[in-house]
């Protein structure tokens, strides 16, 4: 955007203004009232705390981020993600867009508290003063910000003619009458009446695109602003309780203070709460627009990419503008159906402001989480230049935020989270088409990296056994069905790595292995799985994939399985089954895909089925496991797993089959089981059998030098037009019983 200002006309006029705005004269007098004077200052103190946690926050996220438009949209999502950002960028536009009826209406009533003659034409007049202060805006931040001067000073003198006021009239004795709260009084309501007063840093902030060094101006405007306002708070909560009466704090907060001004200058009161209105809805119809376009901007909702357009001579987010000149006429003409109490008090402003309340007590938290886990997490480029930050200040704002969210009104709370959720998720889909150096990567990478030191420490236990799979793919599209079933055979509860070789030297190959290594990304994203990729650049394959196994690692997590495919060249048998012989050695298991038809991964019908040819326990364990961990897959849970054996005579049939009952209930996995009188060849009785299973499990040792085109020839025989196959050999760390 066009604009350049600088500390105290960007960020510390509209956030002092919005601040010492509409709360200040309209409703302060009603908290002391109420609360007393005790009260008052608690509600203050939370009120503040909270702000200050927050200004601390954007504070240090400012100074470490490149900051462009949006404000604390654009910090929040270039922190905490899209995801996250996207939420919370609806919900402060939404914030920043109620504000605008907020304070009009507020400037309304004291209108007309002022000059009753004007109390029926409060809707009128909450109208015409929306279309004036739209037409300003539309005009541009430039001439806005150049009124807000004359505003502060206008709003200097008001507050200096009431405070002094009250000063000539403090008692004591009506202090101490006033210093405790009325019964059965709501201390959160009174609250919730308050808190829109400690939201007035969200104006300064929101200017971010239109300052001319936002990582100086917002720590400094922001924290400056805060602590004068809640400076100006105390003493006006001091001075007031100890100058007037319970009754006319309650019943004429703002008429109290204009009719008990310095030497008889109530006018100065009462255009310092006019100009102080005005100001922060026009810092609400500045803030609101550029929080829309920003967002817009991200097209992370794609409803509301319209509003991403700039236009005007200083490039102004007009349509988003014109988007909350609507909100705030449908508010308005809603208040102004319901009219002003006999007291001149807006019912209709009191609801107003607690809806306020919640969503920046929500943005308020966010900001706080967004910091929290970005110096929580101890993530290296968390470096910023602010110093007066530490994360637990963010954490403790975060919690009181949403505590207080609850405690005021949980109904609406949980609404408002409902809706952050769906939003949330709606902008998720975005995620991975846009990258802002997502601060949650730096969090999970702190965790991970404490339980991987853990984890290195926990012995090894047959019970916590899970699938780590190495899949030698090669190019994925081309051998689909190979990593399709590791994801299965990992159920969901291990990890999947695919691994491309390629054979050359590293300087000649380095770009192609980034092409490569982007290519397997890509393929991960369009298929939607949680695989891990890796691609290796060697000179000799063997020796390449020789030494990747050995150190193919995440820390303590290292492949206990190797999966791969089953050679279609009988030229390639002897590095395979070399391949075969190192990866034992190393002692991982090992799994080969026999697939002769090269199928897809199937969903299996109504009564599918997955047979286990058991010839012992050591093999028998992983393969019993890996069925298991295929049932857990959907579409695979109504399938039956049968545990098949051949044995040598008649007699045996049935002692077999009870020692098979007996191992499945002993593995606490149900299967169905079948001992087989051998009369025929293995390959006739196999491909009877298992002709018309879903998968088939068959144990194998890797053959000697001078069989091993006897070993492939045998395999690719019987397995020739059968369901897909698993050859498994286990390293014996998968045990079944455990």
Known sequence: MGHKFGTFAGVFTPSILTILGLIMFMRTGLVIGKMGVGGALLILLVASSISLATGL??????????????????????????????????????????SIPFYILGFAESLANTFPHLKDYYLIV????GILLFFLSWVGAHWAIK??????????????????????????ATLSENFKAVPDVSAYRMFALFFPAMTGIMAGVNMSGDLKDPQKSIPKGTIAAIVVGVTIYVLQIVLCGGAFSRETLINKPYISLVQNALWGTGYLVTAGVFCATVSSAIGSFLGAPRVLQALS??????????FAKLEGKNKEPRRALILSKVITFGIILWAGAKGLSDSGMSPALNAVSAIVTMFFLYTYGMVNVATFVESFGSNPSFRPRFRFFHWSIALIGALACFVLSFVINPIAAFVAIIIMLLLFMSARKKVLEQTFGDARRGFVYSRIRNNLFKLRKMPVNPKNWRPTIAVLTGNPTSRLSLLQFALKLEGGCGIVSMTEILVGKFDKLKEMRKQEYKRLNNFIDEQDIEVIPEVLV?????????????????????????????????????????????????GKS????????????????????????????NNGSLMMMLAHLLQENKGWEKTTIRLLRL???????????????????????????????????????????SK?????????????????????????????????????????DADMLA
Not at 126 to 129: I, K, P, Q, R, T
Not at 609 to 614: E, G, L, N
Not at 650 to 664: C, N, R, W
């Open 297 to 306: 901007q991200d097209k992370i909702y794609s409803t509301i990419n319209v």
């Open 538 to 586: 060697t000179p000799d394959f063997d020796e390449g994939l020789f030494h990747f196994l050995q150190c193919h690692s995440i820390g303590p997590i290292k492949p206990n399985i190797v999966m791969l495919g089953w050679p279609e060249d009988e030229q390639r048998i002897k590095p395979f089954v070399s391949h075969l012989e190192m990866i034992i050695d190393l």
């Open 57 to 98: 926050s954007l504070s240090a996220i400012s100074t470490n981020t490149p900051v462009s438009a949006g404000g604390v949209y654009f910090l929040i999502s270039r922190t905490l993600g899209l995801g996250y950002g996207g939420a919370i960028g609806v919900m402060l536009f939404l914030a920043q867009a109620l």
């Open 590 to 617: 090992c799994v080969i895909m026999v697939d002769t038809e090269d199928r897809p991964c199937p969903i299996p019908a109504e009564g599918g089925r997955i047979d286990i040819w058991w010839r012992g326990k």
């Open 647 to 689: 044995v040598e005579s008649k007699e045996g049939v049935e002692p077999a089959e009870k020692a098979l009952k007996q191992l499945s209930e002993d593995a606490r996995i149900e299967a169905e089981n079948k001992a087989i009188f051998r009369q025929n060849r293995f390959k006739d009785i196999f491909r009877r059998e």
């Open 692 to 732: 018309d299973a879903d998968v088939i499990f068959l144990g194998f040792i890797a053959p000697e030098e001078d069989k091993q085109l006897d070993f492939y020839h045998r395999y690719d025989e019987f397995l020739q037009g059968m369901p897909p196959a698993f050859l498994i050999s286990s390293a014996g």
């Open 126 to 129: 909450s109208l015409l003063v």
């Open 147 to 172: 009124v807000q001067f004359f505003i502060l000073a206008a709003l200097s003198l008001g507050i200096f003619a009431f405070m002094a006021g009250a000063a000539l009239q403090f008692s004591p």
